[in-house]
């Protein structure tokens, strides 16, 4: 039923229970599973000649976090014997970014985690999860963490 999915992860709690989840339906399904952390390049903003070299600084920063999530996930998934692959992209937008790996692969569920935000957080960060949920052309398994689960 669902042999290929893309998890897509940020390095939090939240998102390694989405690779957990994806552990259990990988070995349900007898599928494969592809771990995407997305960077945006343009989060970090400045003026003067000193943002060129705080923009470097950011992209090292966030490759270096994006990195260790990534291998993080790879030995989860390879621990419990399931195949894998993972990437990091850079996109602007993050949900953007989610769906066009999705559409780019052979996906055929998306499994992500949501921090469960709401009321002024939620305006103020806004929902990836609801974002690629209303966006997206295949399934979507959102995750919640158990501290998320009340709200």
């Given at each position: ?135 997206a052309t295949m399934p979507v398994l959102v995750v919640r963490g158990q501290s998320d689960a009340g709200v």
């Open positions: 039923m669902f042999q290929n999915l893309l998890v897509p992860i940020d390095g939090s709690p939240t998102s390694q229970l989405a690779v957990e989840k994806a552990i259990g339906l990988a070995k349900a399904f007898n599928g494969t599973v592809n771990v995407l952390y997305v960077i945006d390049p343009y989060l970090f903003t400045g003026v003067g000649e000193g943002f060129a070299y705080g923009q470097t600084q950011y992209l090292s920063a966030a490759r270096a976090e994006a990195d260790a999530a990534l291998a993080a996930a790879r030995q989860a998934l390879q621990a419990a014997g399931i195949k894998a692959s993972s990437s990091l992209m850079e996109s602007h937008v993050v949900w953007r970014g989610i769906l066009d790996a999705a559409a780019q692969g052979q996906n055929d569920l998306i499994v992500m985690g949501s921090h469960g935000r709401s009321g002024f957080e939620k305006l103020l960060l806004g929902s990836v999860a609801q974002r690629v949920v209303s966006h």
